[in-house]
């Protein structure tokens, strides 16, 4: 099975769930923390991971949105998520494990908890 990686800057990648690491995931959340420019890229503020219809991006301001392509349900949410927890959730969308992907603790936006900080920003 295949999944795609979309990265802060643009690149999309096709990878084995085969091939699944914590590795990878870390270095993507990485790109959250390293900025290219001397002032925060506000325009490219994102990664991305989709398996099948189910996709999780991940956002420098701490917001992790659950998303179904083509379904009319909600997305769904989880503020500053860290990477000891992040990381499994990602893995397993990647290896095609929806239903730990579901189980994740997450909520609707207006029941998230407030924003304080760009969470993945350094």
């Known amino acids: 099975m295949i999944y795609c990686i979309y990265h802060r800057y643009g690149e999309q990648s096709l990878n084995e769930s085969k091939d699944v690491s914590d590795d990878i995931f870390q270095a993507l959340l990485t790109e959250l923390r390293e900025e290219q420019f001397a002032v925060n890229d506000n325009e490219h503020n994102s990664i991305g991971v989709i398996f099948d219809q189910l996709g999780i991006s991940v956002n420098c301001s701490g917001v992790v949105t659950l998303f179904e392509i083509g379904s009319p349900d909600k997305e769904l949410y989880m503020r500053d998520v860290p990477d000891r927890v992040l990381i499994p959730i990602l893995v397993s969308l990647a290896k095609g494990d929806h ?24």
């Open 99 to 122: 239903s730990v992907v579901k189980a994740a603790d997450w909520a609707e936006f207006e029941f998230l908890p407030p924003y304080q900080r760009d969470f993945y920003r350094k």
